[in-house]
């Protein structure tokens, strides 16, 4: 039995699609399923250099052998999902979603705008607070997946129930991958900045609650971070600890162009900060991880994204490692640049990965 859970530890975009996809290829996950909804994206670099963003589909589908679920808890746009559906090439036998997951309506995006949730909360206005309210009060317009399968005839093959399927996988000794959305920072229960929050818990117990899995289950809970935690744009959204220019990051890391990340969904230029440690720990106590995976190495010294080992790391990527290992949670994975390709494993995810980059394990993987 395995169940691993991928959490973001910080105000998302932590890089956990990325290290969703190599665990997957790492360790031969047979089931991987995507939380949340289509408000958050989950990205990275093609090997030819383009950005891939899936919005519903786990970024598990890089393994070719991969069963991909979207749980009961799931919120779906009918027509994002279908869309990837079409670039990935994913038929029933790949792809299940669960006949309880709420199916998105324009009246929740409409609903959203009318409320200034853009303005108020930085909200991208994509349908999932509304659709999530409206599940909570039951009203009669909720429409869940399998209702709606009986109008929409391309949706009806997918129909599953994952909890029966996940449960199933783990009396059968197969490796589950459960992937989470946004970050920590931002659950509604437990983050200190409430109401800038988004509409659901985004810690590893909330995650395996939409999917049905028991917490007795998990074997492998891996917290993402990133050496400068960013947030989406406007002073609206929340605050940002000790908030930096993008200018200034590049000139501390000496970076040959301009640095500038924007939000996958809105696309507006992302704010960025120093590291917390104090919302790191929290993160830490409330997930209570068995792994840590660091990204964005390389905004403490390009010279990092060339890195193969820990020690081609500059002086700067070395002491940060070793000050966040202090925490108690061993740095298992660490990521020098956008792609797959770029990272490092200086503890193994399991006994027969070591200190090397993922460059061999991405032979059979669909990117």
């Excluded at 956990?16 to 990205?43: F, W, Y």
């Excluded at 197969?174 to 931002?186: N, P, V």
């Excluded at 390709?341 to 200086?346: A, E, L, Y």
């Amino acid at each position: 039995m395995s169940v691993w859970v991928v959490v973001g530890g910080q105000f998302g975009s932590e890089g956990k699609g990325k290290v969703s996809a190599i665990i997957t290829l790492q360790e031969n996950i047979d089931i991987c399923v995507r939380c949340g909804g289509p408000n958050s994206g989950h990205s990275f670099q093609r090997a030819h250099g383009s950005m891939l963003l899936v919005r519903q589909v786990p970024t598990g589908f890089v393994r070719p052998n991969t069963r991909l679920l979207i749980p009961a808890g799931g919120l779906i746009d009918l027509d994002i999902l279908e869309g990837e559906i079409t670039e990935l090439g994913l038929d029933p036998s790949r792809l299940g979603i669960d006949r309880n997951a709420m199916i998105i309506s324009e009246g929740d995006r409409a609903r959203e705008a009318a409320l200034n949730l853009s303005e108020r909360l930085s909200s991208t206005l994509c349908g999932v607070g509304s659709a999530v309210a409206r599940r909570a009060l039951r009203t009669e317009d909720v429409e869940l997946a399998s209702q709606a399968a009986k109008r929409t005839s391309w949706l009806k093959p997918y129909i599953t129930t994952v909890s029966d399927e996940a449960n199933l996988a783990v009396d059968l000794g197969k490796k589950i991958l459960i992937e989470g959305t946004q970050g920590s920072g931002l659950s509604l229960y437990h983050s200190s900045h409430y109401p800038k929050t988004t509409s659901r818990d985004t810690n590893a117990s909330g995650f395996l609650s939409e999917v049905g899995l028991s917490p007795r289950l998990v074997s492998e809970v891996v917290l993402v971070l990133r050496t400068f935690p960013i947030r989406v744009a406007g002073a609206q959204a929340g605050p940002m600890f000790k908030e930096i220019s993008w200018d200034q990051v590049g000139r501390e890391a000496r970076f040959p162009e301009a640095i500038r990340e924007f939000t996958t969904i809105s696309r507006k230029l992302r704010r960025i900060g120093r590291f917390d440690w104090l919302a790191a720990k929290q993160a830490i106590k409330l997930n209570r991880p068995t792994k840590i995976a660091l990204n964005f190495i390389d905004y403490l010294g390009f010279e990092n994204r060339t890195a193969r080992s820990i020690s081609d790391l500059n002086d700067e990527g070395t002491a940060f490692i070793n000050e966040l290992s202090t925490c108690g949670v061993p740095v298992s994975y660490v990521g020098t640049g956008p792609s797959l390709q770029d990272n490092i494993c200086p503890q193994s995810l399991s006994s027969e990965h070591g200190d090397r980059t993922l460059a061999t394990d991405l032979g059979s993987a669909h990117v």
